[in-house]
């Protein structure tokens, strides 16, 4: 069974620092890449940043780049996410998740879509 | 690649066929995808692939559309499907959703 697990949330004051961790088991790690996406209180969903299933890539959102990192450790089966400058719009409770199998039909290939997500930690940036 | 929904907000009761849309500033294709999200929980994947029926969604979802113009469609509501609703764009980084469509009891 797929499991996803977040850690690492909490109250932290503007331009404090955080760091995520998403314990993974259940899959093979390695052979996927993982997200985050976080949802502010009562708002919609918004994509933060990916990384590759070797961590090679990694990809963010224009509202974190520069200040926020992700990584991944595979021999740990951990996934992470460095936040840094953190700003009172960073307050969203912040979901992991794995990516779906890439699906491939008609000559094009389908990734980057989430078939797991953890149970979300909630950062709080405020003074 | 901004996406928009129509509408914000429905309210219906169980047993109508329900439809969500979602546009895309610009075209896609079908690299699109469904979320539905519950109070309290986590996004679950419907669709990807514009029309592609994830494993174990009930087939009363459909997804359908190409280019610039996708929907989803819920064709007898049931109870558990009360619910908010979300498109994903995954033609290019930032993997951006849209803000959400929030199907209410009527």
């Known amino acids: 069974e797929v499991q996803l697990l977040e850690s690492g949330g909490g109250l932290v004051q503007p331009g404090g620092s955080l760091r995520l961790s998403c314990a993974a088991s259940?899959?093979?790690?390695?052979?996927?890449?993982m997200s985050w996406v976080r949802q502010a209180p009562g708002k919609g969903l918004e994509w933060v940043s990916a990384?590759?299933?070797?961590?090679?890539?990694?990809y963010y959102a224009d509202s974190v780049k520069g200040r926020f990192t992700i990584s991944r450790d595979n021999s740990k089966n951990t996934l992470y996410l460095q936040m840094n400058s953190l700003r009172a719009e960073d307050t969203a409770v912040y979901y992991c998740?794995?990516?779906?199998?890439?699906?491939?039909?008609?000559?094009?290939?389908?990734?980057?879509?989430?078939?797991?997500w953890g149970q979300g930690t909630l950062v709080t940036v405020s003074s | 690649i901004q996406l928009t929904q129509s509408p914000s907000f429905l309210s219906a009761s169980v047993g109508d066929r329900v439809t969500i849309t979602c546009r895309a500033s610009?075209?896609?294709?079908?690299?699109l995808a469904w979320y539905q999200q519950k109070p309290g929980k986590a996004p679950k994947l419907l669709i990807y692939?514009?029309?592609t029926l994830q494993s174990g969604v009930p087939s009363r979802f459909s997804g359908s559309g190409s280019g610039t113009e996708f929907t989803l469609t819920i064709s007898s509501l049931q109870p558990e499907d009360f619910a908010t609703y979300y498109c994903?764009?995954?033609?290019?980084?930032?993997?951006?959703f849209g803000p959400g469509t929030k199907v209410d009891i009527k």
């Open positions: 998740a794995k990516d779906h199998p890439p699906y491939c039909s008609g000559g094009s290939c389908f990734q980057g879509y989430f078939d797991y």
């Open positions: 259940g899959f093979t790690f390695s052979s996927y890449a």
């Open positions: 990384i590759s299933g070797s961590g090679g890539s990694t």
């Open positions: 610009q075209g896609i294709s079908s690299y």
């Open positions: 692939a514009a029309s």
């Open positions: 994903q764009q995954l033609n290019s980084y930032p993997r951006t």
